[in-house]
């Protein structure tokens, strides 16, 4: 495990450095915000779409894998869910502490970080478990609040958000390349390996540089919705690709890595979106964030061994 944590330390020391340079203001919540639009826009993108492009279909479509991982984070969805209703909270509350406790930071810190731990094998699953996550979670809660508020759904908003969100803009343009079986041109291939090279460092530094403006509050709910995310949605995940779905053993590890993720920074931002649970879900951002120092450390190292 020591291997691995001195291997994880850089990546932490990154978002450390972040943190560190927002919270002497010496990169600014200006800055943070236009870093992570050029990460979110441009670097991880084009990291994307390469990825979605050379691999082959099979790796970034597993009807098993999906399965798998929509179980597993299904059950801590409604565990989280059935917690905060039986606390006495609404139904927009309890939905969006049910997306918090199993929605990681798998954009921004699982794509760049797993594939550089684990290996290129790994873009694959963790497309995949990205996927899953903004094409059937990210719409659940939207529905869920949406419907509290106004009684009914509207799709539409619902589908322009997704056609508006460039990691599925991005991982659909690949996909439709390599469906076309189109060359990859070598100054082509060579751009988007240098601009996506920026997105492991410049994810990193915003993590840690938005990081910098949350303060603690709320501390009990996010210390137990830290809980579920890092020890929870693993657990769940893993009993499912383990146990109840026969997913490829390499594929399972690095499904269960990614759940072990840390809260998603953009949770976050559909909560000030929706004007749910800020205090609570920043908070476990910060809690979940600084813990799996530790955690994530220790869940590569078992899948790697098992």
């Given amino acids: 495990m020591l291997a691995i944590f001195l291997k994880t330390l850089p990546f932490f ?6 943190w560190a340079a927002g919270r002497v203001r010496f990169f600014p919540p200006e800055a943070t915000a236009a870093l992570t639009r050029f990460v979110f826009y441009f670097a991880l993108s084009a990291m994307l779409f390469r990825f979605a492009a050379t691999l082959p279909i099979e790796q970034l479509f597993d009807p098993v894998f999906v399965a798998a991982y929509l179980a ?40 760049p970080m797993l594939v ?9 699953p963790v497309l995949m478990v990205l ?4 094409i059937v979670f990210s719409p659940l809660i939207t529905m869920l609040i949406t419907a509290s508020r106004h009684g009914r759904v509207a799709f539409g908003p619902l589908l322009l958000g997704l056609l508006r ?12 390349w390599a469906g076309l079986h189109l060359p990859m041109p070598a100054p082509l291939a060579e751009f988007l390996a240098l601009i996506g090279a920026a997105a492991t460092p410049g994810a990193l530094f915003a993590i840690g540089a938005s990081l910098a403006a949350t303060s603690a509050q709320r501390v009990a709910p ?22 109840l779905f026969p997913v490829e053993p390499f594929a399972a590890g690095v499904m269960i890595a990614a ?48």
């Fill in 222 to 243: 996010a210390v137990w919705l830290s809980f579920a995310k890092l020890v929870l949605h693993p657990l769940a995940v893993a009993a499912a690709a383990l146990w």
């Fill in 116 to 124: 550089v731990l684990l290996g290129e094998r790994a873009a694959g």
């Fill in 131 to 134: 996927t899953a996550d903004m």
């Fill in 259 to 306: 759940a072990a993720l840390p809260v998603a920074g953009n949770v976050y931002i559909l909560a000030a979106y929706f004007g749910v649970g800020m205090q609570r879900v920043s908070t476990a951002i910060l809690i979940s964030t600084a813990v799996s120092i530790l955690t994530i450390p220790g869940v590569i190292a078992w899948v790697s061994h098992h």
């Fill in 165 to 176: 969100n460039p990691m599925i803009v991005s991982m659909a343009a690949g996909l439709a």
């Fill in 72 to 111: 597993g984070s299904a059950v801590v969805w409604a565990l989280c869910f059935a917690v905060a209703r039986l606390r006495g909270l609404p139904l927009a509350d309890a939905a969006m502490e049910a997306h918090t406790g199993m929605t990681g930071n798998t954009g921004f810190l699982g794509v």
């Fill in 13 to 18: 020391g990154l978002i450390g450095l972040g």
